[in-house]
């Protein structure tokens, strides 16, 4: 298929590279041109700007936006339609709030264009291991868009197959699913992220506890001083709490022990916050993901290791630098 991507950055650039692998024409475009131009130097069709992406693309047109949720996706969105027609698919690859694609989806709905929501997970990594992809929008538009998204997916891989799933849709197994109406991927991967958190801090404070066994404030009987490399290393090695996470955690303290590199001032990029808001409309009780939440807030005024921790996964699966050390 041809498809355009605009948004060049840690993701969209290997989102753009993946399909391109797959034989995929993939058109780029990005205000930084020195993001086009490395892209245009591996083979991808480069747009100097929207007018002549859109002139480059075949109708239907498929454009898949990698940009930062909130105003920068919808001035894109409102710039980008002008150069739109009837039938064209926009894409949302990003973060963005689950009730902003519903308003985006109204807007794009006037001249007849199609909005995709998809929620993707993969990070870094996801040019080798592939994205999982949570989907929503009109079934006939995400269906038009399968060999893009079985191209991104992860496949099938190594992982069992789960008993009993013969008559399920099998696009799950590959790692995608058409979670529903507009909004829907969005607000999959929003939960998905608010349980990440949760994970995430779960293996911090526990890896915190490990570390301050050995504090001399413990009477001296008691104390172990303990590898908190080997012991991440061998919970990997089947142990129910293993978990790419924890693979990511391990890393880190290996070729780190101390996490000095990191800050420990853990940011958050909106998906917690919003799953906390969806559950306090449904009235569900999530005091765990609530915690995990107030615990970064917290972690820009004071720096444990836990919060270190926390700082290792997050560069490790999504590159995320944080803020220096006060």
Known sequence: MQMAVIGLGK????????????????????????????????????AKDLASLAAQ???PRAIWMMLPAGP???????TLLPHLEPGDILIDGGNSY?????????????????????????????????????????????DHLDPIFKALAPGTGEIAKTPKRESRD??????????GAVGAGHFVKMVHNGIEYGMMQAYAEGIEILRQK????????????????????????????SSWLL????????????????????????????????????????????????????????HSFAEKVLSA??????GHVEPPQK
């Open 57 to 59: 693309l075949t109708k």
């Open 98 to 142: 689950y009730k902003d694609d519903i308003l985006r989806a109204k807007m794009t709905a006037e001249k007849r264009v199609h909005y995709i929501d998809v929620g993707t997970s993969g990070g870094v990594y996801g040019l080798e291991r592939g994205y999982c992809m949570m989907i929503g929008g009109d079934k006939a538009a995400v």
């Open 170 to 179: 099998p696009r799950a197994e590959n790692g995608y699913i058409h979670a």
């Open 214 to 241: 050995g504090a001399e404030s413990l009477p001296e009987a008691e104390r172990y001083p303990l590898d908190l490399a080997d012991i991440a290393e061998v919970w990997r090695r089947g142990s129910v709490v």
């Open 247 to 302: 693979d990511l955690t391990a890393m880190a303290l290996a070729g780190d022990p101390q996490l000095a590199a990191y800050s420990g001032s853990v940011s958050d990029s909106g998906e917690g916050r919003w799953t906390l808001e969806a559950a306090v409309e449904e009235a569900v009780p999530a005091p765990v993901l609530a915690a995990s939440l107030f615990a970064r807030f917290r972690s820009r005024e004071t």
């Open 313 to 318: 996964m997050r560069f490790a699966f999504g």
């Open 72 to 78: 920068i996706t919808q001035s894109m969105v409102e």
């Open 11 to 46: 993701m969209g650039g290997n989102i753009a590279r993946r399909l391109f692998k797959a034989g995929h024409e993939i058109i780029v475009y990005d205000v930084n041109e020195k993001a086009v131009a490395g892209l245009a130097a591996a083979g991808l069709t480069p």
